[in-house]
Every structure is written in structure tokens, then in C-alpha cells.
């Protein structure tokens, strides 16, 4: 029986279509998805302002204490330590373990009110307020606009994060407050680590918190 020369190259081209698909997904291409395999992606990495070529799972780009790998499985930003602009940095978000406060949510009891200012063990203290007790360095916290006022504080005098001047009176807000956050004495230069990890250094208890988390695709 003559077999059909086109069935033939069908399935000649069907083989080298799976040895090639074999190739990719485990040649070197594909591992250089992970350059430092540090368990972040490439581009994740270089998305986000980290080194691909350098291993920095363990690093806590903006000292809110996660670490960028713990970043990366929970979806938030590593170069932000507020993810979700809710007034409590990402770390403590995760690590004081109460379900009135998420990660990635600002009201997570859309009640009205920001998580960082709820108080969610009924103290009297604000929980952005309880958390920056237990912070061994403030000098790092956030202020977007530059006004001398802690992003996470802004709302407590009505004023606005990105604006260095909400009322447009021409004065910086913070120069309108007796509370404003100038740490200019305990930074050198830009870009300084002025305090190194605020919460308990690079290695914490991310990985048991982490265990069960999943990993995003690249």
C-alpha cells in the first residue's frame, strides 16, 4: 500500500514541533526566566525596580517589613510600604494577624474608614499609630509629596498625599502642623538606607506566613 507523502510530512513536522516545544520550556531560554533564581521572575523583578541579575528574595527593598519575594507572592508592591494606601505598611498588615486589616485592601471592613485608622484591638490607638510603636526607625516612612508629613498622617489634618500644599495657600502642609515628620537630619544623601529594615531586619517570619501562598506567573 502507497502511504500519502503529505500524511508523511504531517507527521514529521507534528514531531519536531514537540521536540522543539521540549527545548524551550527546558532550555536554557526558559530557566533565564529566574536569572539569579531567587524565585522572582525576570521581568516581575525588573517591573519593579529590583536587580534580575542579583539574588534579593531575602531583601526588603522598602523596609516594610516584607521581603521582596514575600512582595511578589502576595501581590504587592516591593518598592511601596503601603501597598494599598491605607496608612500601615505592608508588613504589618501581615504580620499582626487580625482579619479587620488586608494587604491589598484600604477598607477592608468597607466601613468608611481607612485600616490604618481603625483600631482594631479597641485601645484608643489608631493602628497605623500602634504599629509606628513598634518601628525602631521612622525616618524611612513615606512622603510622597514631600511636605514633611508622613503620607500615612496626611488625612488625619485633611490634607492630600500627593499634594506638598492641599489648601493652596502657599505654605507646605507640614509647615501648618505642629506633628510634621522632618527627618532630614537623619538622612545623608538619596537613595540612603537611612534605617536599614525597620521591622526586625531582612529575614523574618515572611517564609511560615508565606508557605501557602501562591506564586504569580511571570
Same mark, same amino acid.
Given at each position: @500500500?502507497? !502511504?500519502?507523502?503529505? +500524511?508523511?510530512?504531517?507527521?514529521?513536522?507534528?514531531?519536531?514541533?514537540?521536540?522543539?516545544? /521540549?527545548?524551550?520550556?527546558?532550555?536554557?531560554?526558559?530557566?533565564?526566566?529566574?536569572?539569579?533564581?531567587?524565585? @522572582?521572575?525576570?521581568?516581575?523583578? /525588573?517591573?519593579?525596580?529590583?536587580?534580575? !541579575?542579583?539574588?534579593?528574595?531575602?531583601?526588603?527593598?522598602?523596609?516594610?517589613?516584607?521581603?521582596?519575594? &514575600?512582595?511578589? !507572592?502576595?501581590?504587592?508592591?516591593?518598592?511601596?510600604?503601603?501597598?494599598?494606601?491605607?496608612?500601615?505598611?505592608?508588613?504589618?498588615? +501581615?504580620?499582626?494577624?487580625?482579619?479587620?486589616?488586608?494587604?491589598?485592601?484600604?477598607?477592608?471592613?468597607?466601613?468608611?474608614?481607612?485600616?490604618?485608622?481603625?483600631?482594631?484591638?479597641?485601645?484608643? +490607638?489608631?493602628?497605623?499609630?500602634?504599629?509606628?510603636?513598634?518601628?525602631?526607625?521612622? &525616618?524611612?516612612?513615606?512622603?510622597?509629596?514631600?511636605?514633611?508629613?508622613?503620607?500615612?498622617?496626611?488625612?488625619?489634618?485633611?490634607? /492630600? &498625599?500627593?499634594?506638598?500644599?492641599?489648601?493652596?495657600?502657599?505654605?507646605?502642609?507640614?509647615?501648618?502642623?505642629? *506633628?510634621?515628620?522632618?527627618?532630614?537630619?537623619?538622612?545623608?544623601?538619596?537613595?540612603?538606607?537611612?534605617?536599614?529594615?525597620?521591622?526586625?531586619?531582612?529575614?523574618?517570619?515572611?517564609? /511560615?506566613?508565606?508557605? *501557602?501562598?501562591?506564586?504569580?506567573?511571570?
Amino acid at each position: @500500500m502507497t !502511504r500519502n507523502p503529505f +500524511v508523511r510530512i504531517a507527521a514529521t513536522g507534528a514531531v519536531a514541533a514537540v521536540a522543539l516545544a /521540549a527545548t524551550v520550556l527546558t532550555g536554557p531560554a526558559y530557566a533565564a526566566r529566574d536569572r539569579d533564581g531567587d524565585g @522572582m521572575p525576570n521581568r516581575w523583578e /525588573a517591573r519593579n525596580g529590583l536587580d534580575p !541579575r542579583r539574588a534579593d528574595a531575602g531583601k526588603d527593598a522598602d523596609h516594610d517589613g516584607l521581603t521582596n519575594l &514575600a512582595e511578589f !507572592r502576595r501581590h504587592s508592591d516591593p518598592t511601596d510600604e503601603d501597598t494599598d494606601g491605607d496608612g500601615q505598611d505592608d508588613g504589618d498588615e +501581615v504580620h499582626d494577624h487580625t482579619r479587620s486589616t488586608r494587604l491589598l485592601s484600604s477598607d477592608s471592613d468597607r466601613d468608611g474608614v481607612l485600616d490604618g485608622d481603625e483600631d482594631s484591638d479597641h485601645d484608643g +490607638v489608631a493602628n497605623e499609630d500602634e504599629d509606628d510603636t513598634r518601628e525602631t526607625c521612622n &525616618a524611612d516612612d513615606d512622603d510622597t509629596d514631600g511636605d514633611l508629613i508622613d503620607d500615612e498622617d496626611e488625612n488625619d489634618h485633611g490634607y /492630600a &498625599a500627593d499634594d506638598s500644599d492641599s489648601d493652596d495657600d502657599g505654605v507646605l502642609d507640614g509647615d501648618e502642623t505642629d *506633628d510634621s515628620s522632618d527627618d532630614s537630619d537623619d538622612s545623608s544623601a538619596a537613595g540612603d538606607d537611612r534605617c536599614g529594615s525597620h521591622h526586625g531586619g531582612d529575614d523574618s517570619d515572611d517564609a /511560615a506566613d508565606d508557605a *501557602d501562598e501562591p506564586e504569580l506567573d511571570d
